[in-house]
């Protein structure tokens, strides 16, 4: 006679979370036709939102950028679909790696690796008013003090709405192993990073080195890139907790196929891409990109080195948990890889 009680109170809390969920309709016309007179006061060409500039239904010829940005959203709308049968309805949650600019009418979905440090020094002086002029002198632990900057999770269901719908929604994506092995080598390889060592290393050697020795077992600092994978592929270890954000994929930080992200930007095209955004957002006369130190990057013929180690079996679990960002974002199968 239990049982049925409980299920009735299963029941009940689930339809009690329905109500705190967010209905987000993505009109399939115009979205920048919706914007109406809310705010006028658009820094971009001729008073336009970024989202109108985009989406100017007056333009004759498309540039270049455009083109290409056209085709990115639609390779990721097909796969989307493909790949996905069932629609879930977003929880702010969902939201807290988006980043708003309610100056310029932007939201940004920020995924750690990919250049995120200068994004949110951008979007610090885009919101700041005035506080700071130059990116480059923000310093880099100041632009992740989340006080900082303001995320979508933090706004009412309406505000997040008319944000979703009215915004230029961008973000940044990169070749997922060689972010992988940018995130190992961030996180395991440098001394400084001890938070790290001590959340996630001394995990990882307890779980999947064979006769660790004390010393490993306290300071978690001395972890493998095989280690690692074996941790990211055990399934014990999702089930525990969802993954750190810095080897989190960028299909579960930024849901790209709920959000509809009007721009990606690709880290191999990282000058480029955000030039064009922050023309599409009128401000380039006023704030540039910092163009990346190339020195320290993680590069393809690295990240081919630190796979080396990995067996084909291990490769082929590694490449299925990170098989929509491959699909999504349009990045092939790595040559160095030897499974077939
Ligand atoms: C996908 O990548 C291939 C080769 O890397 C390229 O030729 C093609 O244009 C890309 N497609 C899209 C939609 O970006």
Redesign the pocket.
Known sequence: MRKPKICRLVVATCFGSFVLVIFYFQSNSNPAAEQGNFWNGWQGKAGRSPLQTLYDGDQVELSAAQV?HQ??R??LDRTCQAYTRKKRVLTPDDLKHLIVDDRHGLLYCYVPKVACTNWKRVLMVLTGDGKYRDPLKIPANEAHVPSNLRTLSEYSTSEINHRLRNYLKFAFVREPFERLVSAYRNKFTRKYNTAFHKRYGTKIVKRHRPDPSDEALEHGDDVSFEEFVYYLVDPHTQREEPFNEHWERVHSLCHPCIIHYDVVGKYETLDEDARYILQLAGVSDRVQFPSSSKSTRTTDDMTAQFFRKISPFYQKKLYNLYKMDFLLF?Y?LPTYLNFR
């Open positions: 290409t085709s990115r639609d390779l349009n092939s």
